[in-house]
């Protein structure tokens, strides 16, 4: 049985949560600060946190910051449509994923799916990834496109295997721009969006409906392509 | 001019004249001889001195002539008979001369520091004065008066840009002949009494110009700066609001999509107390919803200025039930004693506003105050009025705060943006003031807040304007 912790202060939020998790079989735990969130994910064994960045008194991303102190547990953030920047700042801080609210109960069950799908991390990643007629062979550093090789740069390359080496999972902007380009970066995300559509465009995807690479406007990208990993 | 000239004249010959005058009777009285008679009579031209240098060198000649014609030999006539008379005869009238010239130019002095000083004062106060944030206007009043009282002046107006004060003949300001002194944004103009200034006192008042110029360029940053500090707190406090305001919106949406959905998808696999309870919250979060946004659009309308209230007669226990029965949900784990008198006359008020208040007054109560707890509406009659509070035993409201928080932006606490409050306490006195009342908050004896209004009981609201 999976478990997972909801810190959520608004009470009818909570119990309609509680009710939605827990006719999937998930056990619910629920806390309504920050604080008691915390003792409860440093007392019990929980898989998943679902952590509201609204929070009264110690709010949601000081809250994510002191839980990262102690715990590698998968977080997703509850947000309001207005606080962009609260998410990037929250993904910068180790949260995994997030959801805005108000949000429908499947599409919160699908995120929480494959933020458990993605943990733990395998020690070793896979070796070569297929999707239709794109193999990306990362052991070779090859790719290949119906048959033909394409050609990347190194950046592009690097660019490519962060993404596919961490299928599903929302990577910031920032967080892209350190892993490629390296610790002195951070801010250039206009860096990101030249490489994103040369990638885009020698892989045979499309911004408009993305089977590989998906945009989260002003946050970062997602390796989203339903591949076969091996 | 010459007129005035010509009096100051007569005044100084007419001293003059009286001192050694006197000076001379009492000596001829005294029959006093040559030596003593000249002492005495250079004591008179000091004197004569201290009033002016003319008035001194006029005293010095009569004092000469007095010399010569009473007391050197032969008297009576100013013939001198020896060659020493004559010699001392010049010496007295040079000595008095001198000596009449020194005294006055030392009173001069002393009159230019003590004029000086006055000056100073003027300046220091009147800067002080704008510095310290005084409006320019009344500044301006004030400097007007005092340069016309330091240069003896006919007429001034003092301007401090926009601002402005008068003193004097103000008829005289539009003559050509004014004298016009601008520094910055200080203009003054003033037109001149007997004495035309001197380069002295002209220096003086350029000075005095400059420091007004100057003191009131510091006198603008500083309301400039002022300005600018009440914008930003404004601001801030309208972010603030906007930012409680979606978040309280929000909050019931998130729990009725939450619950809708699951419903939506998990219809066959849920208990039927689950799908109760899921219908319960869609239920109870729509209902929040709805005060919310009722709270919302009716600031909007107060805002509009679209209240008109229709006052008839309304009963408080009537009302008080009402609230209770429809915040039920919200106050399950409150106890709500109403003491309301069954003999209370109506109130003479809008009932739909009415309602609007009790609710947002209960709603405050619920979410300040702890679980378990008991929350009383009691309501009686003072004179013409009928008075009714809300108390409740939660952390109360310290005394500063209680005049704010009927202010629509501000919260007592971080937690108040949970539940509107702080929106709802604004739109409580407003539709209170509409409906003629008065809203306020104390504290509930044994600790706890009470949130009180009155409004004017029905038979005095429906009479005429007067009658009572």
Redo the contacts between chains.
Sequence with gaps: LTTILIVE??A??R???R??L???DLQVVEASSGEEGLALAAARQVEVVLLDL?L??MDGLKTLTELRRFSEVPVIV?T???QQHDKVSALDAGADDYVT??????E?LARVRATLRRSPTPKSGPTSVRHGELVIDLENRHVMLAGMPVHLTKTELSLLETLVTNPGKLLTHEYLLKRVWGPAYGTESNYLRVYIRQLRQKLGDDAAGPRLILTEPGIGYRWIADDERS | VRASVGRTLAVDALLAVVLVGATTGILEAADADLTAAALVLLLAVVISSLRSVRCGALAAALGYLSCNFFFTPPTGTLEVDRASDLVAGAVFLVTAVIIGAVVARLDTLREQAVRREREAQTRVELTTRLIRGESPNDVASSSAAAMTNLFSLRACRVRFGDAIGFAGDRARLEDTSRTIVRVGDVEVDLVLGALALSGADRAVLDALVAALAAAFDQHRLEIEARDARIRAEVSQSRAGFLSAVSHNLRTPLASIKAAASTLRSLDVGLKPEERRELSDTLVDETERLERLVTNVLGLSRIRAGGLEPRPEAADMSDLAGAAVRRLRPLARAHRIRLAIDEDLPPAGVDVGMMEQIFLNLLENALHYAPPGSEITISARRTGDMIEVRVSDHGPGIPCAERERIFDEFVRVDARADRAGAGLGLAIVRALVTANRGRAWCEETPGGGATLAFSVPAANVAQQPEGVR
Excluded: N, T
Excluded at chain 1, 101 to 106: A, Q, R
């Design positions: 202060d608004d009818p939020l119990r309609a949560l009710m939605a827990g006719a999937r609204g009264p008194g509850l309001a449509r207005d609210k108000p949000f429908d109960v499947e919160l």
